[in-house]
């Protein structure tokens, strides 16, 4: 499944799914974008960045997709497991080189 | 890879009191550090900016009065909350940046402070 909101919304899936984070950015100039998951009660903690120079990137069970031409981003999580339950945030870097962070979706995974 | 920590991780005060917040890089001297405020099921939103030996530059809207931000060492920065009242209850956090970090202007997260204020 995947999900596109405005204001913290919830993505529900099951264990072994794949999962679809949405985001979309604000600043058309920014150059670097990143993804960071927030467990309850901690601070954000990388996932995988981009370039605005490429349109893909892979990890470890991520991939990140940039589409410039409508300012979206989004992180797929490949066999979603437990542990990935948290929130999930997509953030860029302005021209100002500080980090802006978007509103955030929360991932519920269920056994 | 760098650690950042922030003490108290929990703090609880009286209005009108002051809270004094410590953002610490364990491993790293970073020449930058920031400050985010979350409120529940919110983004972060950045406070300031500060750098070492330098004045913090605030963002729009933030007191500088009532956030007082001090970064006198290469790994610690404080964050003063002044005269607190109920409505600056929140989850602060601090990130620093490490000029050596492979990753472009990479920030690591502290584990953030929730600050309630009765």
């Known amino acids: 499944g995947e999900s596109v909101g405005l204001h913290l919304p919830t993505l529900s899936v099951q264990e072994g799914d794949n999962s679809i984070i949405n985001c979309a950015y604000s600043?058309?100039?920014?150059?670097?974008f990143i993804w960071y998951k927030q467990e309850s009660g901690k601070g954000p903690q990388f996932i995988i960045d981009?370039?605005?120079?490429?349109d893909k990137r892979q990890g470890q069970r991520v991939t990140v997709l940039l589409n410039k031409t409508v300012k979206h981003l989004s992180l797929q999580i490949a066999a979603t497991q437990p542990g990935d339950s948290a929130v999930y945030f997509c953030?860029?870097?302005?021209?100002?080189?500080?980090?802006?962070f978007g509103t955030g979706t929360r991932l519920l995974v269920s056994p | 890879g760098a650690v950042v920590s922030q003490h108290p991780s929990r703090v609880i005060c009286k209005s009108g009191t002051s809270v004094k917040i410590e953002c610490r890089s364990l491993?790293?001297?970073?020449?930058?550090m920031f400050w985010y405020r979350q409120f529940p099921k919110k983004s972060l939103m950045l406070m300031a900016t500060?750098?070492?030996?330098?004045?913090?530059?605030?963002e729009q809207g933030v007191e500088k009065d009532k956030f007082l931000i001090n970064h006198a060492s290469l790994t610690l920065s404080t964050l003063t909350v002044t005269s607190a009242h109920p409505e600056d209850s929140s989850f602060y956090i601090c990130?620093?940046?490490?000029?050596?970090?492979?990753?472009?202007?990479?920030?690591?997260f502290g584990p953030g402070t929730r600050l309630t204020v009765l």
């Open positions: 990130s620093a940046r490490d000029p050596t970090a492979t990753r472009h202007n990479e920030q690591f």
């Open positions: 600043n058309s100039a920014s150059d670097y």
């Open positions: 981009i370039r605005s120079n490429m």
């Open positions: 953030a860029e870097i302005t021209g100002f080189q500080k980090l802006v």
């Open positions: 491993d790293f001297q970073a020449t930058t």
């Open positions: 500060s750098n070492e030996g330098s004045k913090a530059t605030y």
